[in-house]
T-cell receptor, first 112, second 117 residues
């Protein structure tokens, strides 16, 4: 099945520092989604990327899809305590096998 | 809209007992999923369904069964509970549309925290 590696597994940053998590696949992806899970909560959808080289922004969050559609990144500028949580990428398989598989996640903690 | 509703929120089972985790969605989504999340870990796919009457195994199906008799409901059955099944279980749904097969965002339920003792 579709597998994605996500790094790093953990990240501790001072409030105000930037944060980046990466998702890598050995195969070409049709699309990639990003989710955030707050401690004790459930995953919540952030964004979906579909096009090669696509870049999307949501306030301090910047999402990027690689040119080869094999990797993606989520970058947060000037982290705030509200950014605490685990960030997951998720990918779907080929047509006819579109189950949603999640990456291992990156847990972000903020040092005030 | 209620979205995805899971019941119960918490449950303690004794080893060998059985139970059904309920999941229902009111968004007319064709795809539904069951994931488990062990403490500090990621989401592992147990079973998924692409529509009523169709189910398929995910990464970790052993010890579980599912059915999808309607579009709305996707219950997960645990037979002979084992301590290894202690986890948080999430149900999710999404919608596949268009000839390109692009899948929309997944909506998650609040989760069921299960402890097997």
């Amino acid at each position: 099945g579709q597998q994605v590696m996500q790094i790093p597994q953990y990240q501790h940053v001072q409030e105000g520092e930037d944060f980046t998590t990466y998702c890598n696949s050995s195969t070409t992806l049709s699309n990639i989604q990003w989710y955030k899970q707050r401690p004790g909560g459930h995953p919540v959808f952030l964004i979906q990327l579909v096009k090669s080289g696509e870049v999307k922004k949501q306030k301090r969050l910047t999402f990027q899809f690689g040119e080869a559609k094999k990797n993606s990144s989520l970058h947060i500028t000037a982290t705030q305590t509200t950014d605490v949580g685990t960030y997951f990428c998720a990918v779907t398989g080929d047509v006819g096998n579109e189950k949603l598989t999640f990456g291992t996640g990156t847990r972000l903690t903020i040092i005030p | 809209n209620a979205g995805v509703t899971q019941t119960p929120k918490f449950r303690i089972l004794k080893i060998g007992q059985s139970m059904t985790l309920q999941c229902t969605q009111d968004m007319n989504h064709n795809y539904m999923y069951w994931y488990r999340q062990d403490p500090g870990m990621g989401l592992k796919l147990i079973y998924y369904s692409v529509g009523a009457g169709i189910t398929d195994k995910g990464e970790v199906p052993n010890g579980y069964n599912v059915s999808r008799s309607t579009t709305e409901d996707f219950p997960l059955r645990l037979e002979l509970a084992a301590p290894s099944q202690t986890s948080v279980y999430f149900c999710a749904s999404s919608y596949l549309r268009g000839v390109e097969g692009k899948i929309t965002e997944a909506f998650f339920g609040q989760g069921t925290r299960l402890t097997v003792v």
